[in-house]
Structure formats: structure tokens, C-alpha cells
């Protein structure tokens, strides 16, 4: 009898929920239909290619295709790791996106720090609409401007000739692309990374201020206790996402800049990736790199979350 009570139960709650879920689309439907577009484009473009990850255990032959080319099981990961460019993509890879950490990611947050202290409303907007165009002009565009100001008879190295550097294209010198690459990718996003900040920042209750005003706080410590424990879970969250992207260094901007003479220290993994893939066709050996990429963004956001959990109690999940 118990056993069929239960049954009963099970029953009632699965006619329940698709009762609900029912309701739910009658009333949402067009909320559901919105989303439609965005699922589809995922679908198609982001889980159907997924197959193609075993092209990395293949020596993968277009004419072949995916089912029908020679299995080499982990030999590409193997030449890959022993091979001359290994630890130089590697080292470079690793390096610029500890710049990425150091100098971009804290920038907006520095800006939206400084915009919520400005009461002048003009100047505020013009610094936010300033600070914002870089992020829509195209990156083609963007990069052609910084190879001519870095250029001979370039604005950039102009004023770098004043300072003593040498009269010599900025772009040849592999000891100053970290540098370069670093500063073109905070002037692109510090406005348009800082919205969110702003957005943050203005959900803080104004009463914790003028409390704090009252105990006789200064504009100094408002923000330390007070402003950046308000937006901590924002740049946590944002810090976790960051840190899933470790190995992700901007493959467009590095290969819009980047030449041979500067492979020292400008070659990483998502331009190998692109060498080798479509220049030279080794499709096999590419994809298991790329895939060694993402296994290493991957450990990283799970073990970032985790300390986030551990440590300060917010997560991604």
C-alpha cells in the first residue's frame, strides 16, 4: 500500500509541475519567444561544434573528415608539450594576462571609483562619453592607429623621443609589446568595464553615507568601508569570470599588432593556435592545443570559485 502511495504521489507532483510549467509559458510566451533567437544561436554555434573536439586525438585529414581519419590518440598533446614553442606561448600567455589582472581589471573599477565622487554632472558625462568611444570604434581601426603612432614619424614615439628612447619603430622592440598591448587594452575598456561599477555603486543605500558623515568620516573612508564592501560581490563575480578566461589572451588585438621580430614575447597560445591551424593545416595538432587551453581556463574558474566560496562567500555556484 505504501509503495502505491507513493506511486500516487510521484504522479501528482510530475501533473503538478507541468501544469505549472504550462501556466508559466501562457503567461510568458512571448518573454519565452524572445529567448528563442538566443538558444538557437548557442545551439548551433557554441554546443553542435562540440563533436569536433576529437579531431584533437586524430591526424585529422579534410578529405577525410571526422569519422573516417587516423586515430593518434594523445600524440598531438605529447608533440605539443615537447615541442620548441611550448614554453614560449606558454611564459607569454601567462604573462600578459597577469598584466590583464595587475593594470586592466582594476582600471574601471578605479574610474567608477572616481566618477562617483565627481558632483559636477557635465563633467561627468563628457568623461563617461569619452571613455566609452573606444569600445565602439572597430579594433581594426584601433590597432592601425597604434602601429602609426608607435610607427617612425608617429605621434606615440614622438613624444617617447623626448624621454631619450630610441628613433626606432615601438612594434620591433619585444621588451615593450606587454607594455603596449596592456595600454591599448585599458584605453578599450576601462569606460565601457566600468558601467557595471557605476550600476553597483548606485545601489548602495545613500544613508550609509550620511550616517557615516555624521560619525565624522571623510570622503576616504566613506569609500573604503563603506562604497567597496557595496560593489565586493560585483567585482568578485566578475573577478571568477575574469579568471575562467586566464589562458584567453585577445587573439584579434595581438595578431592586428604583432609581427615576426617581436614572436619573443608576443606569440601566445590563441595565435599559435591560428598559425598552425589555418596557415600551416595541422588541424589535429591546433585543436589539441586549443582544447589544453581551455582545460587550464576551466580548472581555473572552478578552483577561483572555490576559494571565492571558501573565503568571502560568493560564488558563481
Given at each position: 500500500?505504501?509503495?502505491?502511495?507513493?506511486?500516487?504521489?510521484?504522479?501528482?507532483?510530475?501533473?503538478?509541475?507541468?501544469?505549472?510549467?504550462?501556466?508559466?509559458?501562457?503567461?510568458?510566451?512571448?518573454?519565452?519567444?524572445?529567448?528563442?533567437?538566443?538558444?538557437?544561436?548557442?545551439?548551433?554555434?557554441?554546443?553542435?561544434?562540440?563533436?569536433?573536439?576529437?579531431?584533437?586525438?586524430?591526424d585529422y585529414n579534410l578529405g577525410k573528415g571526422v569519422f573516417h581519419?587516423?586515430?593518434?590518440?594523445?600524440?598531438?598533446?605529447?608533440d605539443f608539450f615537447q615541442g620548441v614553442y611550448f614554453?614560449?606561448?606558454?611564459?607569454?600567455?601567462?604573462?600578459?594576462?597577469?598584466?590583464?589582472?595587475?593594470?586592466?581589471?582594476?582600471?574601471?573599477?578605479?574610474?567608477?571609483?572616481?566618477?562617483?565622487?565627481?558632483?559636477?554632472?557635465?563633467?561627468?558625462?563628457f568623461v563617461q562619453t569619452v571613455s566609452y568611444l573606444p569600445h565602439f570604434v572597430s579594433l581594426v581601426v584601433v590597432c592601425g592607429l597604434?602601429?602609426?603612432?608607435?610607427?617612425?614619424?608617429g605621434l606615440i614615439l614622438d613624444i617617447a623621443k623626448l624621454f631619450g628612447a630610441k628613433d626606432m619603430n615601438l612594434l620591433l622592440r619585444p621588451e615593450l609589446f606587454r607594455i603596449i598591448y596592456t595600454s591599448l587594452t585599458v584605453w578599450i575598456t576601462i569606460g565601457w568595464s566600468s558601467i557595471i561599477y557605476l550600476a553597483a555603486l548606485s545601489s548602495i543605500d545613500s544613508?550609509?553615507?550620511?550616517?557615516?558623515?555624521?560619525d565624522g568620516a571623510n570622503r576616504w573612508e566613506q569609500m573604503w568601508h563603506i562604497t567597496l564592501p557595496g560593489i565586493a560581490p560585483t567585482i568578485i563575480t566578475l573577478l571568477i569570470l575574469a579568471i575562467g578566461t586566464f589562458m584567453d589572451?585577445?587573439?584579434?588585438?595581438?595578431?592586428?599588432?604583432?609581427?615576426?621580430?617581436?614572436?619573443?614575447?608576443?606569440?601566445?597560445i590563441s595565435t599559435y593556435v591560428y598559425r598552425t591551424g589555418l596557415i600551416q593545416l595541422k588541424f589535429g595538432y591546433s585543436a589539441a592545443v586549443d582544447l589544453f587551453n581551455s582545460l587550464i581556463n576551466l580548472i581555473m574558474i572552478i578552483i577561483a570559485n572555490s576559494i571565492s566560496r571558501k573565503v568571502c562567500e560568493n560564488s558563481l555556484w
Open positions: 500500500m505504501s509503495e502505491l502511495v507513493s506511486e500516487k504521489r510521484v504522479l501528482i507532483i510530475k501533473k503538478l509541475k507541468t501544469n505549472i510549467i504550462r501556466k508559466d509559458f501562457k503567461r510568458n510566451k512571448q518573454l519565452y519567444l524572445m529567448i528563442l533567437p538566443v538558444l538557437i544561436f548557442y545551439i548551433i554555434f557554441q554546443y553542435a561544434p562540440i563533436y569536433g573536439i576529437v579531431i584533437a586525438f586524430q581519419s587516423p586515430w593518434v590518440g594523445f600524440s598531438n598533446f605529447l614554453s614560449r606561448v606558454l611564459v607569454n600567455t601567462v604573462l600578459i594576462s597577469l598584466y590583464y589582472y595587475i593594470f586592466v581589471f582594476p582600471a574601471p573599477i578605479i574610474l567608477a571609483l572616481l566618477l562617483n565622487e565627481v558632483r559636477n554632472r557635465y563633467f561627468k558625462s597604434v602601429v602609426e603612432f608607435t610607427g617612425k614619424g544613508a550609509l553615507y550620511e550616517a557615516s558623515y555624521i589572451v585577445s587573439f584579434e588585438k595581438i595578431l592586428l599588432l604583432y609581427n615576426p621580430g617581436i614572436y619573443s614575447t608576443a606569440d601566445v
